[in-house]
C-alpha cells in the first residue's frame, strides 16, 4: 500500500527551463514531507522539506509547494541546470519514531 | 567526518548463504534505519532501531535481521539468502526526530545480487 505516490517515473527538460516534480499522498496524518535528490552509486541527499502548517518553502533553486487539501505536493526546480539530473524522491514523515513513507522516484533528465 | 558508511559496497551471494552488511555513522544519531531500493518501489524501511541496544521491523523485514550493539553501529543480516532480496541496501541514521528536523542522513549504498 503505496501511501506516497510519484506517478511520473521520469521527466526530461531543457536547462533553464522549470522542472516540476509531483507527489501525491493518501495519509492525512503526515506532517511533514521531504525531497531528496540522488546520484547514481550515491546514497539518497536532503534536498528541501515542508511542514504541514506552510503551503510554500523556498531555498535558492528550489521551491516545495503543499496542498494539504488536494493531499499534494510539488517541487520546482527554476532554472534547471545539468547537474540537476537526478533521481528525486518524495517522502513523507510518519509517527514520532522518525521513520519516512518514500515515493518511488522520479529520474529527471536535463538537457543543454 | 566521514557521515554514514557501509560496508561493503557490492556483493554477489548464491541462495541460501548468509552475510552481514555493516553500517557505521560518526555523528552522535541516535536513530538508525535500513532500507532497500527496488526499481519502481522507492526505498522501503526493513528494520530500524532508536537507540543503542534497540530495533524495531519496518515495512519488509522478513528475511533479515538486524543488530545495534554499539551506538554508531547498525547491522543488517540476511540468514539465508534469497533471490528477491536482490537490491541496493541503504543505511540512514538521524537525531531524533523532532521539529523542524526530520532529516535522515544516508550512506552510499550496498549493491547486493543473489543467484
Known amino acids: 500500500d503505496q501511501q506516497v505516490k510519484q506517478n511520473s517515473p521520469s521527466l526530461s527538460v531543457q536547462e533553464g527551463r522549470i522542472s516540476i516534480l509531483n507527489c501525491d499522498y493518501t495519509?492525512?496524518?503526515?506532517?511533514?514531507f521531504l525531497w531528496y535528490k540522488k546520484y547514481p552509486a550515491e546514497g539518497p541527499t536532503f534536498l528541501i522539506s515542508?511542514?504541514?502548517?506552510?503551503d510554500k518553502n523556498e531555498d535558492g533553486r528550489f521551491t516545495v509547494f503543499l496542498n494539504k487539501s488536494a493531499k499534494h505536493l510539488s517541487l520546482h526546480i527554476v532554472p534547471s541546470q545539468p547537474g540537476d539530473s537526478a533521481v528525486y524522491f518524495c517522502?513523507?514523515?510518519?509517527?514520532?519514531?522518525?521513520?519516512?513513507?518514500f515515493g518511488a522516484g522520479t529520474q529527471v533528465v536535463v538537457t543543454p | 567526518n566521514a557521515g554514514v558508511t557501509q560496508t561493503p559496497k557490492f556483493r554477489v551471494l548464491k541462495t541460501g548463504q548468509s552475510m552481514t552488511l555493516l553500517c557505521a555513522q560518526d555523528?552522535?544519531?541516535?536513530?538508525m534505519y535500513w532500507y532497500r531500493q527496488d526499481p519502481g518501489m522507492g526505498l522501503r524501511l526493513i528494520h530500524y532501531?532508536?537507540?543503542?541496544?534497540?530495533?524495531a521491523k519496518g515495512e519488509v523485514p522478513d528475511g533479515y535481521n538486524v543488530s545495534r550493539l554499539k551506538k554508531q553501529n547498525f547491522l543488517l543480516g540476511l540468514e539465508s539468502a534469497a533471490p528477491s532480496q536482490t537490491s541496493v541496501y541503504f543505511c540512514?541514521?538521524?537525531?531524533?526526530?523532532?521539529?523542524?528536523?526530520?532529516?535522515?542522513?544516508f550512506g552510499p549504498g550496498t549493491r547486493l545480487t543473489v543467484t
Open positions: 540512514a541514521s538521524s537525531s531524533k526526530p523532532d521539529r523542524p528536523t526530520y532529516e535522515q542522513y
Open positions: 495519509n492525512s496524518m503526515f506532517d511533514y
Open positions: 515542508i511542514s504541514s502548517i506552510k
Open positions: 517522502a513523507a514523515y510518519r509517527d514520532s519514531w522518525g521513520k519516512l513513507q
Open positions: 555523528m552522535n544519531h541516535e536513530y
Open positions: 532501531s532508536v537507540g543503542e541496544g534497540t530495533t
